[in-house]
């Protein structure tokens, strides 16, 4: 399948149509931001690097029984996806405390969670992403009772089958965002991208961090960083 008319240009990535109307490419670029886009730059073959592993971590959850919008990788930087109208929140699930948590509760980097924590946060970079509960999702019509209750199931399972697949290649998964969207208007599945732009991923043993952390907090080794957890998924 080839890329016909351009139709949407994200942060990160870039969607255009193809022959099939329920059929998009994702292009991943290199471009990065942070902090609501106040923040931006590039991070060197970022596009290739989430491209394969959302690639591979797509292919693994639809194993694991979680539809996602993926279909099949095309080229370094480009995947075929099932055309979705994303619900407009972010789907933040955290195990140890890190960012925005430890930011919002003045808490310490680094506390293992009791139990994971998950949030909805409505997707406004202007508003800062605020955080919002169930009642603000379906009083303002934002998603049923029922496709919240579907979300939910799905972002758990998810957390559970990435936090093991991750433990398996010395990573642990700290924190992620996850966005959903309507298939052919009903049925939710995942979209977006897996990936260190959108998962906090620490060495197990170091603790060193090997997400998009290091650019927004100028750590450094920044490509470095994405290729090695590239070289541990595909291990
Ligand atoms: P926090 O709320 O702590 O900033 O983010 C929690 C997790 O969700 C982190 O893994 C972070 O990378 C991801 N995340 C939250 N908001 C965004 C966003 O707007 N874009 C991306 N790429 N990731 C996000």
Known sequence: MEKRKFIYEGKAKRLYETDDQDILIQEFKDDA??????????IGNKGIVNNKLSEKIFTLLEKKGIPTHFIKRLNDRDMLVKRVKIVPIEVTMRNIVAGGMAKLLALDEGIILKKPVLEWHYKEDKLHDPLINDDHVMALGIATPKELEIIKKYSYKVNEAL?????????ILVDFKLEFGRYKGKTMILADEISPDTCRLWDKTTKEKLDKDRFRRDLGNVEEAYQEVLRRVMA
């Not at 936090?163 to 990573?171: A, M, T, Y």
């Open 33 to 42: 931001t942070a902090f609501d886009a106040t923040k931006r730059g590039t």
């Open 163 to 171: 936090k093991k697949f991750f433990d398996s290649k010395n990573l």
